[in-house]
Structure formats: structure tokens, C-alpha cells
């Protein structure tokens, strides 16, 4: 666990790049002083706030790039002429061995493409995923896809399943994760084709899996299993949705407190159990999520995160790597083929 | 306003019928005494509840049935052998003139199919549609679909657009609300071909519609639009993942606030205030959703609804009728038809 580990940064990716950027490194470095950073971006930006925080300079090595990919480039374009980006030198840094994982806060298509282009996908997978982590009632859920793919066939589904579940055990550590598809109804007839024909190959058993069956969006937040299946458009949505009503009830919450003297002094008193509730439902705390399914450690920050939540997604990538994810997904996927002799023949029953 | 009317119930829908019902109607009483009601179901549970309210048999009247549609009947068989049902009674006492509208708290699928049947679709709409409230920053939107089809085309989310306007208007007073379409990013280019195709017609500007663009999960409790069309499947999820955060957070304010003898005190203090927040995300507070493409008023009320969440529902049904809401969809349908050829044609560009 203390072993030297390696982690590469886009330091240009993401809104508030690369200030947000370094000062999340030096906050992810209190916390796990053993990681080393190979930081790609502009060396008249950079050197600047590595100065400013000298402890780092024995962890940090700067590569200069005066390219970067914008928030608006489109990832075929960034494929064609990127190739100098801090963004692409980054994830090439993976695929070269330099560093053992790599974590941007830019462009999500454009890190997709890249990383797809660069590292290569894991041998058995269509498509990579997003996943990510929804707080819940008994803690954190993996969730995905959350906006990789807009359109999912049932392998594509199966294939997040397997995915999901190695990365809830890697992750957050649980032994046997519960995996359910989301979907309008709880019943086996309900929904489109692709969850129905997912839910059939999953609910056959012939996968190493523990297979819940169908959630709904109630579920999620629930904690009703420990890995929610989706395809990109749906959790996507979802995803934002429920961020969109917590930041609805946050601001309800705050108008409501400073509404009266006396709802203040209420807060005063109720601030340290209120505190616990915001920390326990801060977005940045689940900043950081995988693209998975590629031949490599990809960890994709909000770009619009802080500080607190880069280093959070630094901490997702170091704990991936520490964990083996991508070796035990590769041998998950291998188990898989025994198991089953394709998935794509079982879809298509 | 004042003039009679009167709204047609089944009696024995939801999971605590038809004793949350009779206390809806007990509540919607007192706030619209002018709305009289049809009460179809068991009159041997329902008299001794009209006893326990006198005050009511004046607006009530009872027709026996016997027979009920359970939550796990399915559609098409509730439309083989249920026209005795309460639920297909009081949507057929609609049809028959009896009725203005209908609310039922009971299967979902049921209903839709039931008023399908009975009621007929409005001319020109291919699907109807389930359209619902969302709290929000401003006030409250209006989703739809919310889970009636689980698939769509582009034409069925230009008629959801069209629908879910005059719904806006009806029920919410919104002069010329804003509409806009649910996709995983604002970029034209996002998302699958139905939002895409859907987009571009609503975009032209030949429908009196005033059309935003798209929008994401984020914004609809931000209230960016005061419509948001997306199809049934993401609806559905979307509005549940939502909902499902709401709760979580309730969950966690209420174990905050007995954490501790001082953090109690602090609620007590601020209580005025917090029960404001409790009534703007109330759920109760946006119960009905109402069957939108059919030739008449349809209200879905929460199965697990209480008393306050069916008087809600009622009221929900007594505004669409108030405001004509049927004559003006005809009426927009047709305006539609003259801008636009076929919106078919168009979206078929």
C-alpha cells in the first residue's frame, strides 16, 4: 500500500485549470503522501503554483505542453490533432508505463476517444462505461453507465454488470456486491428489449453474479443494491436529476436558515449534525468517475469540482490501481467466457 | 368557478382504498365545495365511511361494484374481463357525459389501457402520455412522459411538447411557458436520434411553440423550462431517482436533528421555517399526474398516497376541467396541423 505509485494529470483539463488542479495534488498528497504525480500542461502556469507549495516539488514532475483540449473540442477532432494535448500526453502516460493511472477534469468525450485510442479497450468488451458513486441510505452505490453510450443492447448491459460489480468490490470494498438493472418496474415484463433480454442472461445464473433483478430510480438513493445498471442516456439523466434536487433542497435548506433570527440560532445549534448531513451528501465526495473497459486507469473528474473533489479523484485512481481493478476485471471477463460460452449468442435467445 | 361539476372516482384504486380515498374527498370537500362526486366500488366499505361524513352525502353518490382491478393485474386483461370494475365504471362515466374527469389511485397500465379504450386518443395523437410536477427553484415544472411508453419516436415527443405546453398553461397559469427536451447535454449534436430529430422540428419555429433547446437532468429542478419532454422510460426513472434523493435527505436532516439534545433544541427553533421546506418538496404536493391524448380528463394519483396526496390529485382534475384543458389541446392540435403538414412528414426529413 505504501509502495510508490504513479499518477498522471491533465493539469489543463476542466474550469478552473490548473489552479484546482495542483491544489487538489497538494490536498490528495497530505492524504497519501507515497503518490507521485506526472503533471502534463503549460510550464509558465504550472511552476508558478509549484512554488507556491515547495513539499511538493520531491512528488511532482511537470511535462511541458502548451496544447489543451477545450471544453467544446469535439472528440473526433481531438483524435486528429491532439496529439500534443496535456490531456492526451497524460493518458499516453498510462499506455507507456510511465504512470499507473490517470485522472482529467476535462472534456468527457474527448478523455472517452483518447483513452479508447491510447490505452485500448479490454479484450472482450464492446464498450466502455462510466461508473460512478450515488450516496445512499447504507452508504455509496456504483452507478453506470452515466453518459458514455446513449444507445445500450443487452451485452452492452451485461457487459456494465461484470464491470460494475469488480469495481464496487475493488472500490468500496464489498464482498459479494448486489447488482440490479435499472428500470421503470420491478416485475420481469416491464421495460424496453434491452433490459428485458439483460435481466434474462443475468437472471440464468450461468454468471458469477449476484443478480437482484430490476430496480427503479427510487432504488438508487435506497441503496437497494450495490451496483445500478444502466445505459448512458437513462443514468446520465438520473444522475443529474437527483443532483439537480439536492441542490434544490440545499438551497431551500439555507433560504429557510437565515429566513428569522430565530431559525438562525436554530442552525447554530443544529450545525454540527447538520454539517455530518452535508458532508454525507457533498457532490465533491463522489467526484471521480472510471471510464471502465479500457486497458488502463482512466479516472474522469467534474469539471467544475474543487480542490476537495480533484484530490477525491485522485483517491478513486490510486485506489483502482492498489486494488488491481483492471487485472481482476480481465480475469472476471475470462471467468465469464467459461461461464458462458458467449454472451453475445445467450442475447440473442 | 362556482358552477357544478362533477369528477368520478374509483373508489377502491390505491393501496389503502377506498378508506384514503373517502378522506381525499373529505379534504377536496372543504377546499372545492362546488365539485360534486361519483363514487364508484364496494358500497358495503363504502357506506360506513359516507356515514362517518355526513356532511359529504350531499356531493356523493355511490354505484355498487363489486369488482376491482389489483395492482399486479395486467392491462390486457383487465380489458378483457374488467368493464365491471370501478375503475373502468367511473373512466366510462366520463365517456358517458356523466362525469368531467376521473381520478384513480389505482395500476397504472391499467388506467392508461382502460382510458385508452374507453376514452379514445384525442385526433392526431398517436400515444398518450403520463405528465406530472416537479418542484423546482421557481415553482414547478411539468414533466411528461413519465412513464407511459417506454419507447419514442421523434413525433411522439413533438406531440408531448405540444401537450405538455397547454398543460403548463392550464394547470400552472404560465403564459407562454418554455419547453425543452431532456438529453445528456445542451450541444445540438447529443443524444440519440429521437431527441436529436424531435429537436430540430420544435427548432424550425413552425410550431407556437416557445422552445428552449435541450436541457439536462440538473435543470429541471433548477426550472430552466417550464416543460420537459423526454420519453417514458428515462421520465420515469428520472423523476423516481429524484425522488429517491429527496427521501434520503429527509432521512438524514431527521436523524441529524435527534442526534443530539442540542441539535433537537435547534430544530424546535427553527421549525417554522424547515416545515416550509418540508411543504415546497412534499411529495403529496405533486400528486396527479394526469393521462395526457386522451378524449377526456384522466387523473393518476400516487398508489401510496394519503389523504392530502388524493385531495391533491382531485384538485389536479378540477383544474384541467375548470380550464378546459381538453378543448384547448383540440384546439392547439389543430393550429399544429395548419403550421406543420404532418408533423410525420417533418420528422421524417
Avoid at 58 to 79: E, F, I, N, Y
Avoid at 149 to 164: I, K, Q, R, S, T
Wanted: hydrophobic share 45%; charged share 20%; glycine share 10%.
Amino acid at each position: 500500500m505504501t509502495a510508490r505509485l504513479t499518477i498522471s494529470l491533465d493539469a489543463m483539463g476542466g474550469d478552473r485549470a490548473p489552479d484546482v488542479v495542483m491544489e487538489g495534488v497538494q490536498l490528495a498528497h497530505v492524504r497519501m503522501p507515497h503518490v507521485h504525480f506526472l503533471l502534463f500542461g503549460d510550464q509558465a502556469l504550472l511552476e508558478p503554483l509549484l512554488d507556491a507549495h515547495p513539499e511538493l516539488r520531491a512528488v511532482c514532475q511537470l511535462r511541458h505542453t502548451d496544447q489543451s483540449v477545450k471544453g467544446d473540442d469535439k472528440p473526433s477532432q481531438v483524435l486528429r490533432t491532439g496529439r500534443q494535448s496535456s490531456m492526451w500526453l497524460a493518458v499516453d502516460a498510462v499506455a507507456r508505463g510511465e504512470a499507473a493511472g490517470v485522472v482529467s477534469a476535462g472534456n468527457t468525450g474527448a478523455l472517452m476517444a483518447v483513452s479508447k485510442f491510447v490505452l485500448r479497450m479490454l479484450p472482450g468488451i464492446d464498450r466502455p462505461a462510466i461508473a460512478g458513486f450515488f450516496p445512499t441510505e447504507r452508504g455509496e452505490t456504483v452507478m453506470l453507465d452515466l453518459g458514455a453510450n446513449v444507445g445500450c443492447d443487452a451485452n452492452n448491459l451485461v457487459e456494465f454488470a461484470v464491470m460494475g460489480e469488480v469495481f464496487a468490490r475493488s472500490v468500496l470494498g464489498i464482498e459479494e456486491p448486489s447488482v440490479g438493472i435499472l428500470n421503470v418496474g420491478s416485475e420481469e415484463l416491464k421495460g424496453n428489449d434491452a433490459v428485458r433480454a439483460a435481466a434474462a442472461i443475468l437472471r440464468d445464473g450461468n454468471l458469477p453474479i449476484r443478480f437482484h433483478g430490476f430496480v427503479e430510480g427510487t432504488d438508487i438513493a435506497a441503496g437497494t443494491v450495490d451496483v445500478v445498471v444502466t445505459d448512458g442516456f437513462t443514468g446520465n439523466i438520473a444522475l443529474k436529476s437527483a443532483e439537480g434536487l439536492a441542490k434544490l433542497y440545499s438551497r431551500l435548506l439555507r433560504d429557510a436558515f437565515s429566513s428569522s433570527w430565530l431559525a438562525r440560532l436554530g442552525y447554530l445549534l443544529a450545525k454540527s449534525a447538520l454539517v455530518k448531513v452535508k458532508m454525507r451528501t457533498d457532490p465533491r465526495r463522489y467526484n471521480g468517475a472510471m471510464l471502465v473497459g479500457l486497458n488502463g486507469i482512466t479516472v474522469k473528474s467534474h469539471g467544475g469540482t474543487d480542490a476537495v473533489g480533484f484530490a477525491n479523484a485522485i483517491e478513486v485512481a490510486v485506489e483502482l490501481v492498489t486494488h488491481g481493478f483492471n487485472e481482476r476485471i480481465k480475469r472476471e471477463l475470462a471467468r465469464l467466457k467459461g461461464a458462458e460460452d458467449s454472451p453475445a449468442q445467450a442475447a440473442a435467445i
